[in-house]
């Protein structure tokens, strides 16, 4: 479905990929919501039609599960024409990442756990057939009962070029890989564990003080795990945002945090301003011993593996290694 930006209007060959490949790698039937294919520029006018979409998929029971058709910069503008308690009764499947954090913490508010994943048009559209990592997490998070376990890194690169979504001649053209990069421990000791929370730094740093806006109490416990959008937000808005959430109370109240690879097309050389930074605010802190892992592949990195919220993970830092205990909750 749509929530944000009309993709499926703007570049429809990219999302009849997308469409194709999902439904071949999982067998799925793939349907349209009423206003998935409407004109981009009419969707950016009529925010209460993508919620009523949203709804909609949620209550009706032929459907199985929602995927984000692609993100954006607005769906914010839903979050008035939404009701919880229709995501509280009718419990599925909803998965997306970058703009898509909005109707995460929504579900999230209504007490859904959800999945931080690929979206039709990016991850399931990938140039030349699905990533076999992003493909293996789907089906341990989605398609396979109990927890997924260990979250391994992508051991065969990642993808950064952008292609013309709307030159069909791409759309089989494999992007290039960048050499493999490991995850960092930055820091902590032993084994910690806490339920996931977090999604696109971009889009968080929007929604503070909203009505989907997770409480103190929700915060305490966790395990952040945060990532940056294409527009490769300056390091400094990391600092920003966890000076806030050490404002608010929530950020002395975590497990660790997990950060991914940084988005947009920075030079890995780059990567490491953004750990800077988050540790800058630890120690501003007093948080010198949290758990930190960081240039993790999920977010605005491809291929990407799928976090589910709410769901506890454990961080053993000492053998460097990231599980999942149980799947996305269930009210």
Not at 234 to 243: E, G, P, V
């Amino acid at each position: 479905m749509t929530s944000s930006w009309g993709g499926p209007a703007a570049c429809p060959e990219r999302y009849r990929q997308g469409k194709q490949q999902l439904a071949a790698a999982f067998g799925l039937e793939v349907v349209e919501m009423p206003h998935t294919l409407k004109p981009a520029d009419w969707l950016a006018r009529n925010p209460q039609a993508r919620a009523e979409d949203l709804m909609q998929a949620f209550a009706d029971p032929s459907v199985a599960g929602i995927i984000s058709a692609i993100g954006g910069e607005d769906s914010i503008r839903l979050l008035r024409h939404l009701d919880f308690e229709v995501i509280r009764k009718h419990p599925k499947v909803y998965m997306g990442y970058s703009d898509s954090t909005v109707s995460h913490l929504a579900c999230y508010k209504a007490g859904l756990g959800s999945f931080y994943g690929p979206s039709i048009m990016s991850g399931f559209a990938e140039n030349g057939g699905l990533h076999e990592y992003l493909r293996l997490s789907v089906q341990r998070l989605l398609f396979e009962d109990g927890p997924a376990g260990e979250i391994r890194p992508n051991p065969d690169g990642w993808v950064v070029e952008q292609y013309d979504w709307t030159d069909v001649a791409s759309l089989t053209r494999q992007r290039p890989l960048n050499v493999p990069l490991p995850w960092r421990y930055l820091r902590g000791q032993g084994v910690v564990r806490g339920h996931l929370l977090g999604g696109c730094l971009d889009v968080l740093d929007m929604l503070r003080g909203s009505r989907c806006w997770p409480s103190l109490a929700q915060w305490q416990g966790a395990i952040l795990f945060l990532e940056t959008s294409e527009d490769a937000p300056a390091a400094s808005m990391l600092r920003y945002f966890l000076r806030n959430l050490a404002e608010q109370g929530a950020l002395q109240g975590l497990q660790g945090i997990l950060l991914g690879r940084p988005g947009g097309k920075l030079a890995p050389s780059r990567f490491v301003e953004y750990d800077d930074a988050l540790l800058q605010v630890l120690d501003e802190e007093g948080l010198t011993e949290l758990a930190v892992v960081t240039h993790m592949d999920f977010g605005h990195t491809d291929p990407m593996c799928v976090l589910p919220y709410g769901a506890m993970v454990e961080i053993d830092c000492d053998a460097r290694r990231i599980s999942l205990l149980e799947s996305a909750t269930l009210p």
